[in-house]
């Protein structure tokens, strides 16, 4: 059941484009930038001070925005990412330095300070015109906007510049409805909620938040560019995560850190616009990247990484660093910025080496969010937990049923000689570990999965005690 396609239609159109590689490849660390988009359908370089992403008109739809016909012009890119460098002061230089080798204190937080920025960000909320997905949110249940730590961890991601993180969550919430639809506006996103292809591309281990840290203590996320997923796989996967993160508060003081390889054959890298829009997906999430690490093996990388460049925000784009080379060398030259080889879970060709540990913790949050989140009727992919309603193979070899298979002839003897309303209990109890391991009673409904009741769920199980007590030839 886990590796069922769904062919759902993206939340933007997805073309085949063809860009151009017109420049060599750099081996050496390539220079912080600061550039921004102009309307013309080019990158062009501005004249944008420190790197502040000032969008004034704050576009909650930016995953709109079409990639630049330019964006994978390397030749270009890195030319207009040199001028700008020029402009940057000392101090704003010094600044990113210490930000990419995380070298800084970390700012001191006060209750004051704290206190001030959730005043300024609702100020800043309520300036803004174009809100309107927030405030279908805000009418549904304003407790979950007004929460504490996640306004918060949008001031943090914006180092409390009250502006950029009003814009920041009125754009969550665009990019939350869109992905996800009115019904999970105001529920924390969990894997029950991912469809089938985002399932598949979330167990692949190729966008992981690790439990390892960089040398200043900041989280890293560890991206592969190249798969074959869908714009709307990416997007969900990656909003999916940042949810996760959203529930450490913790790791908000600190920062992140981004490290992105594309390293996979030329022929899988799939179109060059899909990973345009996923960098943009950045100004969305609840993140505070403070350097971004892209890492290639080859012109063709070298090109899809620059596509990233140029979808990146001013802010982060002085942040990027580029690594060029083997995997050996590449995890090398990380090491100069404090992540220790070995952290990074990928092997030569893109391998993730920690797949099966990945994939098990995966496993293990999903049956504890079942337990915390209000439970979802309709469910795209069932758990190996679920207990799955129908007949023939891929339902009885499934391993929930297996398991349900097992409890039921360890309780049969009691069941046997239990009164009528003792059996009921029995059977209740069963129903309730089933679920208290994390899974579901699901019955299938088109292409997804429905949860049944409790009284149906009591009723299978019933029927099992009687199908094992008639091939026991009992009675």
């Known amino acids: 059941f886990h590796n069922m396609r769904n062919n759902n239609p993206n939340i933007l159109s997805e073309t085949d484009t063809d860009m151009s590689n017109n420049g060599s490849v750099n081996p050496n660390i390539q220079s912080e930038t600061d550039t921004d988009m102009s309307n013309n359908g080019s990158v062009n370089d501005d004249d944008g001070g420190d790197g502040d992403d000032d969008r004034e008109d704050g576009n909650p739809n930016i995953l709109s925005e079409k990639m630049p016909e330019n964006a994978a012009n390397v030749d270009e890119i890195e030319s207009l990412i040199a001028q700008q460098m020029m402009k940057l002061s000392v101090e704003d230089r010094e600044k990113v330095y210490c930000d990419v080798h995380g070298v800084k204190e ?261 049956a504890v969010e079942r337990l915390k989140e209000p439970k979802r009727q309709k469910i795209h992919v069932p758990s190996k937990a679920d207990v799955l309603f129908g007949k023939g193979a891929p339902f009885q070899s499934h391993l929930g049923n297996i398991q349900l298979r097992s409890l039921v002839s360890e309780r049969y003897k009691a069941y046997a000689k239990a009164a009528k309303g003792q059996k009921s209990q029995i059977a209740q109890e069963i129903v309730q570990t089933v679920q208290q391991n994390g899974g579901l009673f699901l019955r299938p409904d088109g292409e997804s999965w429905v949860c049944v009741k409790d009284d149906v769920a009591r009723q299978k199980v019933s029927a099992l005690f009687r199908t094992l007590r008639f091939r026991m030839g009992e009675k």
């Not at 969900?236 to 790791?251: C, G, M």
Request: hydrophobic share 35%; glycine share 6%.
């Open 106 to 366: 970390g700012e001191k937080e006060t209750e004051e300070m704290i206190q001030t920025g959730l005043d300024s960000l609702q100020r800043e909320i309520e300036k803004l015109q174009d809100r309107e997905a927030y405030d279908l949110a805000y009418t549904k249940d304003p407790k979950y906007l007004e929460r504490r730590s996640f306004r918060l961890a949008f001031l943090r991601s914006d180092s409390f510049d009250a502006r950029k993180a009003a814009i920041r969550l009125v754009r969550h919430f665009q990019v939350k409805l869109d992905l996800f639809g009115e019904e999970k506006l105001v529920m924390d996103i969990v894997q029950d909620d991912l469809d089938r292809d985002t399932m598949d591309a979330l167990y692949t281990g190729t966008d992981q938040i690790l439990d390892a840290t960089d040398s200043a203590g900041r989280y890293i996320i560890s991206i592969v560019f190249g798969a074959p997923w869908t714009t709307r796989a990416y997007l969900q996967r990656s909003f999916y995560n940042n949810t996760t993160t959203l529930r450490n508060p913790q790791k908000h003081n600190q920062g992140c850190i981004i490290v992105i390889y594309s390293l996979a054959n030329p022929s899988q890298q799939g179109d060059m616009s899909k990973h345009y829009t996923f960098t943009k997906l950045a100004e969305c999430l609840a993140d505070r990247i403070e350097a971004l690490h892209l890492c290639h093996d080859s012109p063709k990388g070298q090109a899809l990484l620059t596509v990233g460049k140029a979808a990146a925000s001013p802010s982060i784009k002085i942040r990027i660093r580029t690594h060029f080379g083997t995997n050996d060398q590449i995890m090398s030259s990380l090491a100069g910025f404090g992540i220790e080889p070995g952290t990074i879970p990928v092997g030569q060709g893109c391998r993730i080496t920690n797949l099966e540990t990945y994939q098990k913790h995966l496993i293990e949050m999903r």
